[in-house]
């Protein structure tokens, strides 16, 4: 009997010390899942500037470092304090529980994204009033002349000279997408570094798109526990207009900012004033055919060269080749020449605007 008792209580310590990852009916605050940084039972992008604000915090490893999503026990031995102005152990942004707040956590923040647990509560931060410097599309013009099915590139500015970004330490904000007008396929944000990280410290950038609900969800973060003050471009945003669109339509809402997240080291959000995106969409310009402007073979495979014959009859304005996430890739056409060497197998887009008109050729790129 003596024996048998004695059996029972090995197994059961056994169970509780090799068992215990995913931990059942304790306090979800002592429960981290690898991504939700801010443990408000969801990951999203805004666990990226809580990532930021803690990069570089040390304490006690995990018994499991891993980014599976699943509930951990939170580590004893984080005696740096909390997130900020939270009550937030940091050793929630110790995503993988390797005991360090680095880099290697973006990753559980990317492959988990989307993913929630128990109950799912709204981002919280404490409110700082100040002069409310301003989020906008290409400086806030208040509208912008498109064409059907033509490339666009646009800045995306915070504050001015009079009402710079102060104390800024990392934003998070949503794009709204009007998809009758925008490829929602085809946009994508490129950060801007000049004046966020002016010596060059290291950031933290995340975006992730939302196809179904029409949205592109934005985040920026220092990672030195240092504000900087300024304004300017914070990235550019390359999209295409869809080609089906009705010409000569005036003040469509084609981008609106959702969701503003502007923050100091510590978590202290500052007011944003923001500003839709209004354009007008003229008449299309006219289409170059392929006989006029040959590109070809297509597809290509990678390596080749691809051919462009009869741009000597025109006046090159410009030459743009853009991935299908809608990123500029590099294109120099050289004795009627562009070398698809450092090309990647995809589908891409080569638009060559000209004095009397564009030719736009969808590519196919193989192996």
Not at 14 to 23: A, G, I, L, Q, W
Not at 48 to 77: D, H, K, Q, V
Not at 214 to 228: F, G, M, T
Not at 294 to 300: C, E, G, R, S, T
Request: proline letters at 4%.
């Amino acid at each position: 009997m003596i024996i048998k008792q004695f059996k029972n209580i090995i197994f059961i310590f056994f169970s509780v010390c090799f068992y215990t990852t995913n931990v059942v009916g304790q306090n979800p605050d002592t429960i981290i899942w690898p991504g939700d940084i801010n443990n408000n039972g969801i990951v999203n992008h805004l666990d990226i500037i809580y990532l930021g604000a803690n990069f570089g915090a040390t304490g006690a490893e995990r018994n499991f470092i891993s980014t599976e999503w699943e509930g951990y026990s939170l580590p004893t031995g984080w005696s740096n304090g909390n997130m900020g102005t939270t009550e937030i152990s940091r050793a929630f942004a110790d995503c993988n529980g390797d005991g360090v707040v680095s880099d290697l956590d973006y990753a559980a923040i990317e492959n988990n994204y989307g993913l929630s647990h128990d109950t799912i509560f709204p981002d919280e931060f404490i409110e700082v009033l100040n002069d409310e410097p301003e989020l906008n599309f290409a400086g806030g013009v208040s509208s912008i002349a498109l064409e059907p099915s033509s490339v666009q590139e646009f800045d995306i500015n915070l504050g001015s000279f009079s009402a710079p970004a102060e104390n800024f330490y990392g934003i998070a904000f949503t794009i709204s997408v009007n998809a009758d007008y925008v490829n929602i396929n085809n946009i994508n944000f490129d950060v801007s570094t000049e004046w966020i990280d002016p010596n060059q410290a290291g950031i933290i950038t995340f975006q992730k798109l939302d196809i179904v609900n029409n949205k592109l969800h934005i985040a920026i973060s220092r990672k030195d526990q240092a504000s900087v003050i300024g304004s300017s471009a914070i990235g550019k945003l390359n999209l295409i207009i869809e080609d089906d669109v009705p010409s000569f339509t005036s003040n469509v809402e084609i981008l609106t900012f959702e969701n503003i997240y502007l923050v100091d080291p510590i978590l202290n959000t500052y007011k944003v004033n923001d500003m839709p995106l209004v354009v007008d969409i003229t008449s299309p310009i006219t289409e170059i055919t392929q006989e006029e402007i040959k590109i070809y073979p297509n597809p290509i495979q990678k390596g080749s060269v691809l051919k462009v014959e009869g741009i000597e009859n025109f006046d090159i304005q410009t030459i743009t080749l853009m991935n299908i996430s809608g990123q500029k890739v590099e294109a120099t056409i050289s004795n009627n020449e562009i070398s698809t060497e450092k090309l990647s197998k995809g589908i891409y887009f080569l638009e060559i605007i000209t004095d009397q008109g564009r030719r736009l050729e969808k590519l196919i790129i193989t192996d």
